[in-house]
């Protein structure tokens, strides 16, 4: 059966549904949130796996400049931050890696198939009595372009995202510039 | 007699001058890229690095970036190495016909990587990652420590674990 759109009764009933999913499909995912004004960082735990200590370093400068472009919480803290603990609902994310590849940016650029750098992170967001809210494993890859640190950025850029989808800022507070 | 007066108060003077900026001099200054980590810097800021009065000093057209040595936790230093021709040029030549940009991938130079750990006035955890000329890490690294850095890798030759190692494969 051919679909009219001028046939007002099916146009309007179509409509209908539209209207009528879309706010509740919102609000859904509204209230799914977690709400907190600010989030701790911690230092990038190894776990026994052997990291440069360049891309511990790139992935938590990494995480925390994403989170702040994010701009879900209002504050975002460095590992050891004593300004933390005067924050009511703060959220501590503590990642530890779980596997990381270290690649070749030249053979990136010579083979174009070979040589990706991966790198793996459990990350776990807690509250402040130490119970975790979310976890999860989120890799970083850099596969053509770039040097290996880039794969620290786009860990970073997905658990950003991964914070935003599962956080949000409290309303009503004025908003304060993020983080130290 | 005035003369040779003049002649003498030049001469000290002269002398003051060159040894104080010999004493600048002995210090190790290098060129170094802030890969990341300086509050207030881009990414891949050029600038020089020196280490003075008991801080790492960041010389940037913008201005100096000051890292006292005391409240760094860890020095550590790696080697990484990058496209003689790099940025924008670097990309577009990858682009050139019959593999020629790939070949000229094939052309690097070596570099240091220094990753430095320190604390802020609140406590919080800061790192930096800056790339210097090969051979300057280290020199940087032990001048840190004489001024009172700290590291979780006390000499070169232990910097050669697997921890730390981050040769391109």
Redesign the interface.
């Known amino acids: 059966m051919r679909l009219n759109f001028r046939n007002p009764v099916i146009f309007s009933a179509l409509l209908a549904i539209c209207f009528a999913g879309s706010p509740s499909g919102a609000q859904e995912n509204q209230s799914a949130k977690t709400q907190a004004s600010a989030i701790q960082v911690m230092?990038i735990g190894?776990d026994g796996i052997?990291?440069?200590?360049?891309?511990?370093?790139?992935l938590?400068?990494?995480l925390i400049?994403q989170l702040q472009k994010k701009g879900v919480f209002q504050h975002v803290?460095?590992?050891?931050?004593?300004?933390a603990l005067a924050a009511p609902d703060l959220i501590a994310l503590q990642c530890t890696v779980q596997n990381f590849q270290?690649?070749?940016?030249?053979?990136r650029?010579?083979t174009t198939v070979a040589g990706a750098t991966s790198v793996t992170l459990r990350c776990q967001f807690s509250d402040k009595g130490g119970n975790s809210l979310v976890e999860r494993n989120i890799t970083g890859n850099v596969r053509f372009?770039g040097?290996?640190?880039k794969a620290t950025y786009d860990f970073a850029k997905k658990a950003a995202n991964v914070a935003g989808e599962n956080f949000s800022a409290v309303p009503g507070r004025n908003s304060h510039p993020t983080g130290? | 007699m005035i003369a040779s007066v003049k002649a003498v108060l030049i001469a000290v003077t002269l002398f003051f001058c060159f040894a104080a900026t010999y004493g600048q001099q002995a210090r190790t200054v290098t060129e170094a890229v802030q890969?990341?980590?300086l509050p207030g810097l881009k990414e891949n800021s050029k600038g020089r690095l020196t280490v003075i009065n008991g801080t790492l000093r960041f010389i940037h057209p913008q201005g100096n970036a000051d890292v006292t040595a005391s409240s760094i936790q860890?020095v550590?230093t790696?080697t990484?190495?990058?496209?003689v021709i790099g940025g924008t040029l670097g990309?577009l030549t990858?682009l050139a016909p019959f593999g020629s940009g790939?070949v000229l991938?094939?052309f690097?130079t070596k570099l240091d990587?220094l990753?430095i750990?320190y604390?802020?006035a609140?406590?919080?955890?800061?790192?930096?990652?800056f790339t210097v000329p090969l051979g300057k890490a280290e020199l940087i690294k032990q001048e840190l420590i004489a001024q009172g850095a700290h590291t979780s890798i006390p000499t070169q030759a232990d910097s050669k674990t697997?921890?730390?190692?981050?040769k391109?494969?």
């Open positions: 230092m190894a052997p990291v440069p200590a360049e891309f511990q370093v790139s938590y400068e990494n400049d803290y460095r590992d050891g931050d004593r300004n270290k690649g070749s940016e030249k053979v650029q010579v372009f040097g290996n640190l130290p | 890969l990341i980590g860890d550590v790696g990484d190495s990058q496209r990309t990858l790939r991938s094939l690097r990587t990753t750990r604390r802020d609140d406590g919080g955890l800061h790192g930096v990652i697997p921890a730390a190692d981050s391109e494969k």
